[in-house]
């Protein structure tokens, strides 16, 4: 059964409201297994064959946990190539970090990226979760696509 990680960083609970949604929408397609959880190691991410990150922009950055994740990734030369990616988060003003993200996964990684990232300001209203919880399906959607032309 193809397999979904949404991981996630969160300090005041924001992203944490987006990435409990992306999971909703993606348990909703029958046949796909689905993954939330706040904390990853690089060697996880190889059991999915989706990984969808959802980060908070700190200073103009990702947040420390997510960076080191791919970091560490990168370091013992993980291989995510052609897994699909995509990313997520709250923002306040400048909503950098999903973008970086995906481009580590696209440049360093090869991943199939979701482009653009979805973006929530502050605390996501209903409509940005109802956003969240499509991305979920249309990810968990696409996945089992891939695995029924697989074989
Ligand atoms: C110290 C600090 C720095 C921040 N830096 C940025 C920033 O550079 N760009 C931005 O868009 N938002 C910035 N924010 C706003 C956060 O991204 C926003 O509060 C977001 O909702 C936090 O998400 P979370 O609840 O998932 O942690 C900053 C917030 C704090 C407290």
């Known amino acids: 059964m193809p397999k979904i990680l949404i991981v996630y960083y969160s300090r005041t609970g924001n992203t944490e409201k987006m990435a409990q949604a992306v999971a909703e929408g993606a348990k909703t397609v029958q046949g796909v297994e ?3 959880t706040y904390h990853a ?3 996880m991410l190889k059991a999915y064959d ?6 908070p922009t700190y200073h103009h950055d990702m947040t420390i ?5 791919f970091e560490e990734a990168a370091t013992k030369n993980i291989d995510l190539k052609g ?3 995509a990313a997520f988060g709250s923002y306040g003003w400048s909503g950098e970090a ?26 996501p209203d209903q409509a940005a979760l ?10 968990a959607e696409n996945l089992l696509n891939i695995s029924s032309t697989k074989y």
């Open 34 to 36: 689905v993954e939330l």
């Open 41 to 43: 190691t690089p060697e």
């Open 50 to 55: 989706a990984i969808i990150v959802g980060v």
């Open 65 to 69: 946990d997510i960076k080191t994740l």
């Open 83 to 85: 897994k699909i990616g």
């Open 98 to 123: 999903p973008k970086l993200v995906l481009e580590i996964m696209k440049n360093k990684f090869e991943m199939k990226v979701e482009a653009p990232p979805l973006l929530a300001k502050y605390t």
């Open 130 to 139: 109802e956003k969240c919880r499509e991305l979920g399906r249309k990810i």
